[in-house]
């Protein structure tokens, strides 16, 4: 019997402005989307499940595209993407579910996931 043990571990999300220019993430001008918070858990197929809290902190409602990855140790990387849409001064939370390959999820002892959006 193969035993899967995933080491949940977070990677900052990178937030990317949707207006102006400023070094601090969601920052700029008018404010944008910015990924706070990623949580993940494993299905009974071995699969990975991303939870993601993106928020919006300008004035106006900001679009862009959430992207998530999951890095499974020793093997492939997978990539999801979505497009989404947060309310003014808002936050929203998306789902990125990842198809892990059958014989990587049986043999992953663990993984590296991170989520990002970009305009």
């Given at each position: 019997?193969?035993?899967?043990?995933?080491?949940r571990v977070a990677t900052a999300g990178l937030a990317v402005p949707l207006a102006g220019c400023s070094d601090s993430p969601g920052g700029g001008?008018?404010?944008?989307?910015?990924?706070?918070?990623?949580?993940?858990?494993?299905?009974l197929a071995g699969n990975v499940d991303l939870s993601v809290q993106v928020s919006?902190?300008?004035?106006?409602?900001?679009?862009?595209t959430l992207y998530g990855e999951v890095d499974i140790e020793g093997g492939d990387t997978y990539t999801e993407s979505r497009s989404v849409t947060v309310s003014p001064d808002g936050s929203n939370s998306y789902e990125l579910s990842f198809d892990?390959?059958?014989?990587?999820?049986?043999?992953?002892?663990?993984?590296?996931?991170q989520a990002w959006v970009e305009a």
């Amino acid at each position: 019997m193969h035993r899967r043990r995933f080491v949940r571990v977070a990677t900052a999300g990178l937030a990317v402005p949707l207006a102006g220019c400023s070094d601090s993430p969601g920052g700029g001008l008018g404010g944008g989307l910015e990924v706070t918070d990623v949580q993940s858990s494993t299905t009974l197929a071995g699969n990975v499940d991303l939870s993601v809290q993106v928020s919006n902190t300008s004035s106006d409602s900001a679009s862009a595209t959430l992207y998530g990855e999951v890095d499974i140790e020793g093997g492939d990387t997978y990539t999801e993407s979505r497009s989404v849409t947060v309310s003014p001064d808002g936050s929203n939370s998306y789902e990125l579910s990842f198809d892990i390959d059958f014989s990587e999820s049986l043999s992953a002892s663990s993984y590296e996931y991170q989520a990002w959006v970009e305009a």
